[in-house]
């Protein structure tokens, strides 16, 4: 297990996870289903902090991200200080709270990059998977803003039952609102998701036909907008280099200053995180228990060590590997060769025509 | 295409907003960092981009170049062309 931190990659990104507050209540919420309330935020000068010693530590980009970062008084503070610091600085939104007064501040104060989600390029049915009535139509209004400040827009959005059959419509959609680059991010299930899981989960048939239209709109907007897709991973052979890789590239602070390995780690029972406000972040970086428990490959199992992908997926999701099989050191068993694919395919055929379970507070 | 005819000699890059050229130290020196993205910058790029400032010309970049590191005019010409080209594509620069 690595602790040295002379032989530790450096991370790349920080994903800040600013507030839990939203106004959305979309049941695929990457958040936990344990949200932190807003009496445990870290305040403005902390997150200062956090992001001079992430610079130092080699992290060059932030996502500032929640819930919904503009529920924070202070988001222009904390953006300043960002770009202070020296990072890039990515501004996940949902658009909803985020007035044309707040984003012109932000750009002001160094805002490098907006990334805005969309629920479906219908508004009735967008602003039924957000729980939020006029969500769709603020999401436009800030889309059209960011573009009229030339700040560059991603557009996010996440693929499940309810709109599949319409991905070339919602690119059509994001093209329209002039972004630089879209993300097709079929539902991962943690958290919310999982929670919701046979009410999102698509058909093979529908996964099929969305991987061929995205194939599709690459070719056709070739020049024009970036596609990025995450792909449906029950629906896959070999799973996806979570995070790319535990501990390797990134890191994640709650609102209330646990520092994670990805935002789903807390899933993972029995691990300690340790807290930017007790410890120097590149010590928890090189040090904190969490952050070393799966690190490198030595504790997957055979499969996984002697499997010519061991390198390209590091065994796949622990918290996966976890939720599945019970097991955080298991091979995720999305892979096609788990001795547990078999629970996957037997999951991703459980669709059920039932009401989300909204995230709240 | 890494031809230098494609870039025309009054085209004035420039880094378009949301990409920027970063010193990190930890990172061992200088990146380029986008939208979900990030470039490691090699010394010869990092001369390169920081003369694109929308004010000067490619002409005027090469001739500066040329004259800074004392190498010939054509060599320089067609590797900064090949290099801007390659940024031009990836929209990480604006002509």
């Not at chain 1, 805005?116 to 436009?140: C, L, M």
């Not at chain 1, 602070?253 to 994670?260: I, Q, R, Y």
Request: glycine fraction near 8%.
């Amino acid at each position: 297990m690595a602790t040295n931190g002379a032989a530790l990659p450096r991370p790349l990104g920080l994903l800040a996870e600013l507030t839990h507050r939203c106004p959305l209540g979309c049941p695929y919420c990457s958040n936990p289903l344990a949200l932190d309330s807003r009496h445990d935020e870290l305040d403005t000068a902390t997150w200062a902090r956090v992001f001079k010693e992430a610079a130092a530590l080699g992290v060059l980009q932030v996502h500032l991200s929640g819930g919904e970062p503009a529920s924070r008084r202070d988001i222009v503070d904390i953006t300043a200080a960002a770009r202070e610091a020296g990072l890039y600085t990515n501004l996940i939104t949902s658009g909803v709270g985020v007035t044309d007064k707040l984003i012109g501040a932000l750009a002001d104060a160094g805002l490098d990059h907006v990334q805005v989600s969309i629920q479906d390029s219908e508004a009735t049915s967008a602003d039924r998977i957000a729980g939020y009535e006029g969500a769709y139509a603020r999401k436009r209004a800030l889309g059209a803003q960011v573009v009229a400040l030339k700040l560059p827009l991603t557009v996010n959005i996440v693929i499940h039952r309810a709109n599949i059959v319409r991905i070339e419509e919602q690119v059509a959609l994001a093209l329209d609102m002039g972004a630089a680059r879209v993300e097709i991010a079929h539902v991962q299930y943690y958290g919310w998701a999982l929670k919701n899981r046979a009410a999102l989960m698509p058909t093979r048939e529908q996964v099929d036909a969305a991987v061929a239209t995205v194939e599709a709109l690459r070719k056709r907007h070739h020049g024009r907008i970036v596609i990025d897709a995450v792909v449906p991973d029950y629906h896959a052979r070999f799973p996806k280099p979570c995070v790319g890789g535990w501990g390797r590239r990134s890191l994640n602070v709650t609102p209330a200053g646990k520092v994670l390995p990805c935002h789903a780690a807390e899933s993972i029972p029995g691990l300690e995180f340790w807290n930017v406000r007790d410890h120097p972040l590149a010590e928890i970086w090189t040090s904190s228990p969490a952050f070393n428990a799966f690190r490198g490959t030595d504790f997957l199992p055979e499969l996984c060590k002697s499997c010519e992908r061991r390198d390209v997926d590091f065994g796949g999701c622990r918290c996966q590997a976890f939720a599945l099989t019970g097991d955080a050191r298991e091979t995720d068993p999305v892979c096609h060769l788990s001795p547990h694919h078999d629970k996957v395919a037997a999951l991703a055929v459980v669709q059920e025509d039932r009401d989300y379970s909204y995230r709240r507070m | 295409m890494t031809d230098t005819a494609s870039i025309a000699p009054d085209a004035r890059p420039r880094l378009p907003r949301g990409v920027r050229l970063a010193h990190n130290e930890a990172q061992g020196g200088w990146v380029l960092l986008a939208p979900e993205r990030v470039f490691k910058a090699d010394p010869i790029a990092v001369e390169i981009v920081k003369r694109c400032t929308g004010e000067a010309t490619f002409d005027a970049i090469v001739d500066d170049l040329a004259k800074a590191y004392n190498a010939p005019r054509e060599r320089i010409a067609t590797d900064v062309g090949a290099l801007l080209r390659g940024l031009v594509d990836k929209r990480l620069m604006e002509l």
